[in-house]
């Protein structure tokens, strides 16, 4: 896009120079709410006018774009507290997932009833005898 850009803008810098140079005569440019008469050269006066609007229009583009500057900022606002909720949540998670480990360490093994132990338990009733 720079390369673009730098196509495109080249070739009309120069003719502009070229332009206001080749027009070397004298221009009064009177002033009028100050009665102020300024006489400059021509050439002077088309590219003093042209880097006035050039700043005049980088200035209006980024007074336009003020309010999306504000939500970005607003935004990483935003960004940087969720970021220390989650980080505060990740380190409750990883406290409670020791918790588990240590009481998953500190539970008492218990054997695993056999499958001898299991189907005497599936035909026992209720009464605790064996059913025949």
């Known amino acids: 896009m720079s390369f673009l850009r ?6 009309i810098i120069i003719v502009i120079l070229v332009f206001a140079f080749v027009n070397n005569e004298m221009a009064t440019f009177n002033l009028w709410p ?3 008469e300024v006489t400059v050269s021509l050439s002077v006066a088309i590219v003093f006018f042209i880097l006035f609007g050039f700043v005049l229009g980088k200035l ?3 007074m336009s774009y003020a309010p999306i500057r504000a939500q970005l900022r607003r935004q990483r606002k935003e960004n940087k507290k ?3 909720e989650q980080q505060k949540l990740a380190e ?3 406290g409670l997932q020791e918790n588990i480990e ?3 360490a500190a539970e008492p ?3 695993k009833p056999g499958l001898k132990d299991r189907l005497k338990n599936l035909f026992k009733s209720k009464n605790g005898s064996v059913a025949d």
Not at 6 to 11: T, V
Request: hydrophobic share 45%.
């Open 102 to 104: 240590t009481l998953k």
């Open 60 to 62: 209006s583009s980024w």
């Open 82 to 84: 969720l970021n220390k």
């Open 6 to 11: 730098m196509l495109i803008s080249l070739p």
């Open 34 to 36: 100050f009665y102020i």
């Open 92 to 94: 409750k998670v990883s």
């Open 109 to 111: 093994k218990t054997l």
